[in-house]
């Protein structure tokens, strides 16, 4: 009998043990509830138009950054970022390029070293990414001065508003050295600068003795609009940011394409900047197969916008949000009717919660954004669609 009595302690562990068990199940299946719900979730796909920056590397670019060929780029060895480098100056026909994090650094960089000395002023636009969201870094960390423009509906700045700006030598002015222009434009809605347009802004540059850099940072989808190649539409610019990050779908990375004086500088700054990486091969890598794969499909994503743009201005929701413009390239930016009584905060969250679409009010209430790229199908098009007519229905009718 003795032998069968539990001993008290062995009991305790007895309890503690099967209690372990009972608990290390529960983790278990919680953890299985959770992970079925997390990919139910993802399997409803998100539609994600906040920006084309969102988008996760293709199969194609993870395996490219496995299997990159990588070296330290600091010391100016690593193979993939050189390829990347030389191709994309290539393709801009200029003479080089340096990689960089991000289009901010690009553009900071491109601002320093066309203002090398001290007391240079750029002239850049009201709205131009450059002069509105990248903190000034121009005037902040480079010590120039920023000479600002309003910014037209189509993204171009009056050239005589400009000419008449630009600095006459006198000890009282900082000198003009810069004139910036962005290419396509985020906050006017992707829009696209004629080539007449930069033809004229080179003249003035070469008569009043100023650099023209260009924000690419969609230029890609410039040169779609315009079915050009990406050398004829930076020909007239002296120094060019494009990203890779943003609607060509790379995780991270920027370029700036100029001749090779600049892009010695570039690097200079760069270093001090702290944006020298070093195997920066594995994201270069990304890149490269982002220009393979992402740019020749970039036409589809005007597509979509156009045709969300056509959906607005059908009947339906025509008396509910109305387009800003016409899509020119993937972005498009929507008003809230003037005449419908709804609450301008209340549409972006309905979309959210209600259809798993969404994007952002931005710039003041009642204006919205919505950028299209390449993990947005027809059939998140759809549902993009769906959303509107959907807010439409509860919102209006609220
Ligand atoms: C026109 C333009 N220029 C520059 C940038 C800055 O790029 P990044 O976010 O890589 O710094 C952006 C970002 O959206 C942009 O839209």
Same mark, same amino acid.
């Given at each position: 009998?003795?032998?069968?009595?539990?001993?008290?302690?062995?009991?305790?562990?007895?309890?503690?043990?099967?209690?372990?068990?009972?608990?290390?199940?529960?983790?278990?299946?919680?953890?299985?509830?959770?992970?079925?719900?997390?990919?139910?979730?993802?399997?409803?796909?998100? !539609?994600?138009?906040?920006?084309?920056?969102?988008?996760?590397?293709?199969?194609?670019?993870?395996?490219?950054?496995?299997?990159?060929?990588?070296?330290?780029?600091?010391?100016?060895?690593?193979? +993939?970022?050189?390829?990347?480098?030389?191709?994309?100056? &290539?393709?801009?026909?200029?003479?080089?390029?340096?990689?960089?994090?991000?289009?901010?650094?690009? =553009?900071?960089?491109?601002? *320093?070293?066309?203002?090398?000395? %001290?007391?240079?002023?750029?002239?850049?636009?009201?709205?131009? &990414?450059?002069?509105?969201?990248?903190?000034?870094?121009?005037?902040?960390?480079?010590?120039?001065?920023?000479?600002?423009?309003?910014?037209?509906?189509?993204?171009?700045?009056?050239?005589? +508003?400009?000419?008449?700006?630009?600095?006459?030598?006198?000890?009282?002015?900082? !000198?003009?050295?810069?004139?910036?222009?962005?290419?396509?434009? =985020? !906050?006017?809605?992707?829009?696209?600068?004629?080539?007449?347009?930069?033809?004229?802004?080179?003249?003035?540059?070469?008569?009043?003795?100023?650099?023209? &850099?260009?924000?690419? $940072?969609?230029?890609?989808?410039? $040169?779609?609009?315009?079915?050009?190649? *990406?050398?004829?539409?930076?020909?007239? @610019?002296?120094?060019?940011?494009?990203?890779?990050?943003?609607?060509?779908?790379?995780?991270?990375?920027?370029?700036?394409?100029?001749?090779?004086?600049?892009?010695?500088?570039?690097?200079?700054?760069?270093?001090?900047?702290?944006?020298?990486? %070093?195997?920066?091969?594995?994201?270069?890598?990304?890149?490269?197969?982002?220009?393979?794969?992402?740019?020749?499909?970039?036409?589809?994503?005007?597509?979509?916008? $156009?045709?969300?743009?056509?959906?607005?201005? @059908?009947?339906?929701?025509?008396?509910?949000?109305?387009?800003?413009?016409?899509?020119?390239? =993937?972005?498009?930016?929507? =008003?809230?009717?003037?005449?419908?009584?709804?609450?301008?905060? $209340?549409?972006?969250?309905?979309?959210?919660?209600? &259809?798993?679409?969404?994007?952002?009010?931005?710039?003041?209430?009642? %204006?919205?954004?919505?950028?299209?790229?390449?993990?947005?199908?027809?059939?998140?098009?759809?549902?993009?669609?769906?959303?509107?007519?959907?807010?439409?229905?509860?919102?209006?009718?609220?």
């Amino acid at each position: 009998i003795n032998s069968k009595v539990i001993q008290p302690t062995s009991c305790e562990e007895e309890i503690e043990s099967r209690s372990r068990v009972m608990r290390n199940k529960s983790k278990i299946l919680i953890y299985a509830m959770v992970s079925i719900r997390v990919r139910s979730l993802s399997s409803l796909a998100r !539609v994600d138009l906040r920006s084309d920056t969102v988008t996760l590397p293709t199969e194609a670019m993870s395996k490219a950054m496995q299997s990159a060929k990588c070296d330290d780029d600091v010391l100016g060895r690593d193979p +993939t970022v050189q390829k990347l480098e030389e191709r994309v100056a &290539h393709m801009l026909d200029k003479e080089d390029a340096v990689f960089v994090p991000s289009g901010t650094q690009a =553009n900071l960089i491109a601002v *320093m070293a066309h203002c090398w000395e %001290r007391s240079c002023e750029y002239i850049v636009g009201d709205a131009a &990414h450059i002069y509105l969201y990248e903190q000034g870094g121009g005037a902040v960390v480079g010590g120039a001065h920023p000479r600002v423009v309003p910014t037209q509906d189509d993204g171009s700045l009056s050239l005589d +508003t400009v000419e008449s700006l630009i600095r006459s030598d006198d000890p009282h002015f900082p !000198v003009s050295k810069l004139f910036c222009l962005e290419n396509t434009h =985020n !906050v006017k809605g992707g829009t696209v600068l004629t080539q007449e347009y930069m033809k004229q802004a080179r003249k003035l540059c070469d008569r009043k003795q100023l650099k023209l &850099h260009l924000d690419g $940072a969609r230029l890609w989808h410039a $040169a779609h609009a315009l079915d050009l190649s *990406m050398a004829q539409i930076c020909a007239d @610019a002296d120094s060019i940011a494009v990203c890779l990050s943003k609607a060509l779908g790379a995780p991270a990375g920027s370029l700036l394409v100029a001749d090779s004086d600049t892009i010695a500088k570039a690097k200079r700054l760069r270093k001090l900047l702290g944006g020298a990486m %070093r195997q920066s091969g594995v994201l270069a890598a990304a890149g490269l197969i982002a220009l393979d794969e992402q740019f020749p499909k970039l036409p589809q994503d005007h597509f979509r916008a $156009a045709t969300i743009a056509d959906a607005i201005q @059908a009947e339906y929701l025509r008396d509910f949000v109305q387009i800003e413009r016409y899509p020119e390239t =993937n972005i498009l930016f929507l =008003n809230l009717h003037p005449d419908a009584h709804v609450d301008p905060d $209340a549409l972006v969250p309905y979309c959210a919660e209600e &259809h798993d679409v969404h994007f952002l009010q931005i710039g003041k209430p009642g %204006r919205y954004r919505l950028v299209l790229h390449h993990q947005v199908d027809d059939s998140k098009l759809e549902r993009t669609i769906a959303a509107l007519r959907g807010a439409r229905d509860k919102l209006l009718s609220n």
